[in-house]
């Protein structure tokens, strides 16, 4: 079974440019959640989508944004990117039912010059 | 103001004994534990979970208990191995809320052959 397939890898942008991350979920899962992981933060959530609806939002500005296709593949924008936005993020993915664990891709390294 | 404290950011331990990975937290409503495993440049990866209505799950050579009373998890290896040595997270899941898992900080675990 294929697990969590995040692309690109790695993205090297400049302040105030626009990034596109895309996130495949495991087949049959209809949840994709997304995070941001800096060294000083740990591991922090973004926002969850079911179903092409957002059902949860973490506490980050209005410049990440997400969406989810029908196919349950998802993909988060930055906007007016910030050297602080410097990052892994990564993408997981779960039934969405209850107490069902989250399956993580290995991420997309994001770098602003 | 972090909800999943993981107070030891790094561990040393010899192969064959056991390993200790502790967690606390603060929210009452957290009925959903997990702990992932991460290597470097790879996504976290689902390790072992627990349900706030147990106090103990095995699998395998990963016990994880669960003190209530005192908001306190620990994960237990053993025996140890030289592949287990990975930074280790705690997790935790708020009753009735949507794909959002609120993570301690991570504790590095290095197991010496």
């Known amino acids: 079974k294929a697990g969590v397939t995040q692309t690109p890898r790695y993205l090297i942008k400049t302040r105030g440019q626009q990034v596109t991350l895309s996130c495949s979920p495991i087949?049959?899962?209809?949840?994709v959640s997304w995070y941001q992981q800096t060294p000083g933060q740990g591991l922090q959530f973004l926002f969850e989508?079911?179903?092409?609806?957002?059902?949860n939002k973490g506490n980050f500005p209005g410049r990440f944004s997400g969406r989810q296709f029908s196919n349950s593949r998802s993909e988060m924008n930055v906007s007016t990117l910030e050297l602080g936005d410097s990052a892994l993020y990564l993408c997981?993915?779960?039934?969405?039912?209850?107490?069902?664990?989250?399956?993580f891709g290995d991420g997309t390294r994001l770098s602003i010059l | 103001d972090q909800q999943v404290k993981q107070n030891s950011p790094s561990l040393s331990v010899q192969e064959g004994r056991i390993s200790i990975l502790n967690c606390d937290y603060t929210?009452?409503?957290?009925?959903?534990f997990l702990w992932y495993k991460k290597y470097p440049a790879e996504g976290p990866t689902f390790l072992i979970s627990?349900?706030?209505?147990?106090d103990k799950n095995e699998d395998g050579r990963f016990t994880v208990f669960l003190n209530k009373s005192a908001k306190h998890l620990s994960l237990h290896i053993v025996p140890s191995q030289p592949g287990d040595s990975a930074v280790y997270f705690c997790?935790?899941?708020?009753?009735?809320?949507?794909?959002?898992?609120?993570f301690g900080k991570g504790t590095k675990l290095s197991v010496k052959p």
């Open positions: 087949s049959g899962h209809r949840s």
């Open positions: 997981a993915s779960s039934t969405g039912a209850p107490n069902q664990p989250q399956h």
């Open positions: 997790a935790a899941w708020e009753g009735g809320s949507q794909g959002n898992l609120i």
């Open positions: 627990i349900s706030s209505i147990k």
């Open positions: 929210n009452s409503m957290f009925d959903y």
């Open positions: 989508y079911f179903s092409e609806t957002q059902r």
